[in-house]
C-alpha cells in the first residue's frame, strides 16, 4: 500500500502480559518514529530509526519496551509485563528525509489503541 | 531544545468563520513546518508542509504560513466548516533523533453547526 500500516489497530490485553505492535512504513523511507499519545494528551517520543544507524532510544519509558526496524523497513515494538500505565494510543510515523533537510516529510499511520485490563 | 507551543489550545467557532491557529516554536534552525489533523481516536494526517525557504503553501481552505525569524506559523482555515472539526497539530522538523521532530499539544477545533 501506498501509506503506513500499522497492526492491530485495537488490542486488549490482560496486566502482566506482552504485546507486540507493528508498523509497516511507507516503501524507501529511510527514518521511523514511534510515538505514544494518552487520552487528551500529546505526542510522547518513545524511539527513532535511521537507515542502518543505532536507534535512539532516548524516549522508551522503561526497560519493559524494546523496538526493532528489521531490513530498514518493518518494525515492531514490544511491551513486556504490560501495566494499566502503557494504556494509550501508540503511532508510527515514516519519514522521507529530503536532501539537507529539505523536503523531509512525516506521515503517519492510523495507531494502535493499547488498553491493558 | 525545540520547543512547540499551540495557541489556542482548543476552539469553538460557528460555520463559515475564517479562523487562525499559531504555532510558535524556539529554535529558528528548522528544515520545515508540518501541520497535521487529528480526528479522535486516530492518526495524524498530514494538511501543509512549508520549508525553510518558503513563507507559505495553500491547500484548499487551508492555508498556513511560516516566519522563521520569530519562530511562527500561522494556519488559516476559510469558510468552516464541521467536518473540519478535530485537533491540529503542528510540527518542526530540524533533524533526526528524539528532538528531530517536535510536537505542539495542539488546538482542539470545533465548529458548530
Known amino acids: 500500500g501506498a501509506g503506513v500500516s500499522q497492526s492491530p489497530s485495537n488490542k486488549v490485553t490482560e496486566k502482566g502480559k506482552d504485546v507486540e505492535l507493528r508498523c509497516d512504513p511507507i516503501s524507501g523511507h529511510t527514518a521511523l518514529y514511534w510515538y505514544r499519545q494518552s487520552l487528551g494528551q500529546g505526542l510522547e517520543f518513545l524511539i527513532y530509526?535511521?537507515?542502518?544507524?543505532?536507534?535512539?532510544k532516548s524516549g522508551l519509558p522503561s526497560d519493559r519496551f524494546s523496538a526493532e526496524r528489521t531490513g530498514g523497513s518493518v518494525s515492531t515494538l514490544t511491551i513486556q509485563r504490560t501495566q494499566q500505565e502503557d494504556s494509550a494510543v501508540y503511532l508510527c510515523?515514516?519519514?522521507?528525509?529530503?536532501?539537507?533537510?529539505?523536503?523531509?516529510?512525516?506521515?503517519f499511520g492510523q495507531g494502535t489503541r493499547l488498553t491493558v485490563v | 531544545k525545540q520547543e512547540v507551543t499551540q495557541i489556542p489550545a482548543a476552539l469553538s467557532v460557528p460555520e463559515g468563520e475564517n479562523l487562525v491557529l499559531n504555532c510558535s516554536f524556539t529554535?529558528?534552525?528548522?528544515?520545515?513546518l508540518q501541520w497535521f489533523r487529528q480526528d479522535p481516536g486516530k492518526g495524524l494526517t498530514s494538511l501543509l508542509l512549508i520549508q525553510s525557504s518558503q513563507r507559505e503553501q495553500t491547500s484548499g481552505r487551508l492555508n498556513a504560513s511560516l516566519d522563521k525569524s520569530s519562530g511562527r506559523s500561522t494556519l488559516y482555515i476559510a469558510a468552516s466548516q464541521p467536518g473540519d472539526s478535530a485537533t491540529y497539530l503542528c510540527?518542526?522538523?530540524?533533524?533526526?533523533?528524539?528532538?528531530?521532530?517536535?510536537f505542539g499539544k495542539g488546538t482542539h477545533l470545533i465548529i458548530q453547526p
Open positions: 510515523a515514516s519519514i522521507v528525509i529530503g536532501v539537507k533537510g529539505v523536503n523531509t516529510e512525516a506521515f
Open positions: 530509526f535511521q537507515g542502518n544507524s543505532a536507534p535512539d
Open positions: 510540527a518542526g522538523y530540524s533533524g533526526g533523533g528524539a528532538d528531530g521532530l517536535t
Open positions: 529554535d529558528s534552525a528548522i528544515y520545515n
